[in-house]
């Protein structure tokens, strides 16, 4: 096992003594252990961060929430393996709140653990590991540079790039691509949205982004046209402030007019933030974009306020389900009701439905017994640059067959932010 840096939050003696033989017996040596939180926090201060944590969550006096929440703040650990004995919706219900404060959470054990268990979670970091150069890992707030503020004037649209990530059926046939935005920053290199996305929104340069997003978009979708005779299709995410101006929709035909592809190959997924009556002029803006012809997905389905109100009020063609409800789906009966609910009603509705964060072949198998949406997620491939997304379009072209299971696929973890 490569060298491997792991501390053990463990209050029982003797749970903590098989721990450390079981990390020894996969070629871990260099383990700190520590049977409270605060002990716990006293060894990281001293040695150093570690690459995975394993965290008891009951224990006295601090819990083990407490120290992953340190662990969010502090930086301190790369990745997180929940130990418990509690039942499994409080176990579900921590990893999501680890996720939440950006946390990997690698997986889930239950108390007794055991060698084949811990060497498995362990092999999916390394896996993650050896990806590294499609892997963007972000810096904990107390690690990462902070950011100059934007100019409102400036043009950053040169630093500004597309990752790619496929969406396919249940059947392997390629759906189209959704569009995610990194910042090549010519100080800090890749960022992710998590890091960059507030200071564009606080400069008011959400717009130029998402347009600039949209422009790549068509581009990409129009060179397939070009070159293969069909037009990609291509999704891309709108801020609902954008649907604020009255001039929206007419300067995106203009766009499509300049990137000759049907409306149709353009999903534009809206997020839902409150719960208030869409402005008219949102309204009229949405209606505008479907007689248009362009798609319209209502993104993170359930997880935003009065989605169901939403879809029968407004012109939606698309619901997507958010890795919150997919990640485990194979071992929780309460995700597969919810999931298999949607899917049962938007087939009821005629909307067509992508899942996201499908990650590995246990949760892809879940799904064929539920219904038949798109399917987005590390089980197909992870976002990528457009250079890799070209290459793995053509790697697809002449083995079709191999996209379920791609040969790229990474059992680890999807990043918190996409």
């Known amino acids: 096992m490569h060298s491997l840096k792991v501390l053990i939050l463990e209050d029982n003696p003797f749970q903590m003594m098989a721990l450390h033989q079981m990390l020894n017996a996969n070629q871990v040596f260099d383990v700190l252990t520590a049977d409270c939180v605060e002990a716990a926090q006293r060894s990281l201060q001293l040695r150093g961060p570690v690459d995975i944590a394993i965290c008891d969550l009951q224990m006295e006096g601090q819990d083990g929430l407490s120290l992953i929440g340190h662990l969010a703040a502090s930086g301190m650990a790369r990745a997180v393996i929940i130990l418990s004995s509690a039942e499994d919706t409080v176990l579900d219900s921590a990893a999501q709140l680890a996720r939440q404060q950006g946390i990997n959470v690698l997986g889930i054990m239950r108390k007794p653990a055991s060698v084949a268990a811990i060497g498995g979670l362990l092999s999916k970091w390394l896996l993650g590991q050896s990806g590294a150069a499609q892997v963007v890992t972000p810096l904990a707030p107390s690690e990462a540079p902070a950011l100059s503020a934007l100019d409102p004037a400036h043009d950053y649209a040169s630093q500004w790039i597309a990752h790619f990530q496929p969406k396919v059926s249940l059947d392997g046939a390629l759906a189209g691509v959704e569009l995610l935005a990194r910042w090549d920053h010519p100080e800090h290199g890749l960022l992710m949205p998590g890091r960059f ?139 597969a009701a919810i999931v298999g609910g949607a899917l049962f009603m938007a087939q009821k509705m005629a909307l067509d439905v992508v899942v996201e964060g499908v990650e590995t072949a246990d949760d892809y198998e879940a799904l064929l017994m539920l219904g038949h949406p798109v399917i987005q997620g590390y089980f197909i491939a992870r976002p990528m640059p457009e250079a890799d997304f070209l290459n793995w379009l053509q790697v697809l072209e002449r083995n079709p067959e191999r996209v379920l299971p791609f040969d790229t696929v990474r059992p680890d973890r999807a990043p918190a932010r996409k």
């Open 197 to 335: 996305l507030p200071m564009v929104e606080s400069a008011g340069l959400m717009g130029a982004l998402t347009w600039h997003m949209l422009e790549l978009a068509l581009s990409l979708s129009h060179q397939r046209l070009l070159s293969h005779g069909r037009a990609l299709p291509v999704a891309v995410n709108i801020p609902p402030a954008l649907l604020d101006q009255p001039d929206f929709v007419p300067r995106l035909l203009v766009l499509l007019e300049r990137f000759p592809v049907r409306p149709q190959m353009l999903t534009l997924e809206v997020i839902e933030q409150s719960a208030r009556q869409l402005a008219v002029v949102q309204f009229e803006n949405l209606l505008r974009l479907r007689m248009a012809g362009c798609r319209l997905s209502i993104d993170d389905f359930g997880t935003g306020a009065s989605n169901i109100q939403r879809l029968l009020e407004l012109p939606f063609s698309e619901l997507k389900i958010p890795a919150e409800f997919v990640r485990g789906l194979a071992d929780d009966r309460r995700k």
